[in-house]
């Protein structure tokens, strides 16, 4: 009694789980960093640490274990921590990225086999206790496992891309947001009223203003430029304005037509074809007249913006990755129309996480919209990859910094030429300028516009460039904007806001990865990536009447449930030959004579089979398996 009593203090020890969980994380493969030169670190690596000791001390069946492992960010019901507010099964993957990557890659197709490889190689020996990686040349030589096995495999971890996680809870991500969607509009309401009343202040604030040397593209460029000229001159002038601007058209049009890769992500139908993961990005795209809070400080509004995606219309805090579907590198020049704070964008070659070395170029994204330009993008034609949007702290290569990040994506563009950002010039809003001729016309056209854009912000009906004008007035401060100086039902209003917003946490992050673009990796013959045969098509291992797997999704979610298969009998074999190889230091080989229940002296096998199938009837209860044979 007092060696049972014991037994069960121990177990019920958190550092059962610390014990235990170092045995699961050389399973897996647990790693910190990446290796190679500068050993970069695997950013919130040690959220897949914490969540292992955890899931052993709560004795997690080990079926939902490996469903987590797997899929843990596609189950249906994932296993929530409410305590500590977290989506435990999406953190499951992280060890999917705990793989090697190289330093400043000059063959993505090369390392991507490198890393995939090992995604590969740990999956089989963690979960099945055979290396399906030996098959990636020929075909096996002393299990049933062949070579196209591999590239089933290898097509399921390929079709999954590298991502940093949000693991909050849904409650957690979801919190506040009804409220902050109706304050929003009880917002724009509000706004929208106190700035048609303030009409006649916001020109006298134009007339005044130094506006200096702005670009072609800021819709008050025009008044900067017109109001000092004479009427021929003015004239002349607009016409010139409008030939620019219709010139800037027609040129973005027949770039487009020769593009080796064009997306419009204020088009619906394009956003609906990229993926996406954390709860910055909704499933719709943002109209023009879009708007976003300030969380701090003494302007009321971050921005009001055109039509695009964006990361942060409730909370900077939110996370947020966005990728396009594949694309094959061809042309001179690749760019990313959008705008951001402490976001970057990227063209990801194969999957590729890092941004070490040259050619493997980041850029930050600036505030304000405008073109940028990815580079390095000729090295790499003939290539395939993907563009890729994420908030700063959701990068795959550091994760980490400022809390508050967010982006805006408009277009995406590759081929030789380069695509002009024609903004919002005065000449692109809507109303007629041939009579402008003088100042007092064009200060009347202004404050028509700005009725115009006002009473649509306010109906929900806006465009672009209404939207563009709306922020240039507020940015400047023509119009209210400042939380000191607003109506007490305004500031009210602005600070409920901040209220709510403030009590979103910075979420909970892991290393992990997102269904992508379904592949089908072809045969690579001898295991040479410069001899391709045919794709094959992702699924589970011939042995066992491998099935093949749905050519939507990666097939994850498909991949442990064959896994946990009563047909598949070597996992339940490999994790009961483990608890007892850890329990005792030593094989079943040679302990088999000293287990008696079986009433007799049993053979390796059988005692496997016995085990294994108790294993799973009884729940397959990692702590029960070890105290039944302590």
Known sequence: EAYATLVDQLMASSHYGERWGRYWLDWFRYAESYGSEGDPNVPYATTYRDYVVRALNADVPYDQLIREALAGDLLENPRVNEEKGLNESAIGPAHLRMVPHGFGVTDTYDEQITFTDNQVDVVSK????????CARCHNHKFDPISQKDFYKFYGIMISSRPVIVNVDSPKMQELHKKELVALKKKLRAGFAAQWLSEVDGAMENLEGAKLGKIADTDPLAGWAKLQGLAPDAMRKEVDAMRGRYQKGLEHNELVKAEATFYADLREQATYDKWFKSGNGLGGKVSPAGSFAIAAEGGKAFTGIYPAGVYSHLLSDKHSATLNSVFHLAKGGRNSIRAMGSGSIARFTLRSYPLMHGGLHPAPGLKPQAGWVNLNKYKYWNGEKGYYHVNTGPDSTFRGGG??????????????????????????ALPGKQDAITNRKMLLNYYRGSLVDALTGWRDGKIGDAQALLLNAF?????????VAQLPADLKSAVESYRKLESEIRTPVRAPGVMDGEPWDQPLLTRGNYKKEDKPVARGFLEVFQGRTYPKSGSGRRELAEDMLSEGNSLTTRVIVNRLWHHTFGRGLVASADNFGRLGKEPSHPELLDYLAADFRENGWSMKRTVRQLV
């Open 402 to 427: 400022k809390p508050r990040s967010w982006f805006g994506v408009f277009e995406v563009y590759a081929g030789d030429e380069s695509m002009r950002e024609l903004g919002a010039p005065m000449v």
């Open 126 to 133: 963690a979960m099945l206790g055979i290396t399906v990686s």
């Open 474 to 482: 507020v940015s400047r401060g023509f119009l209210s904007s400042e």
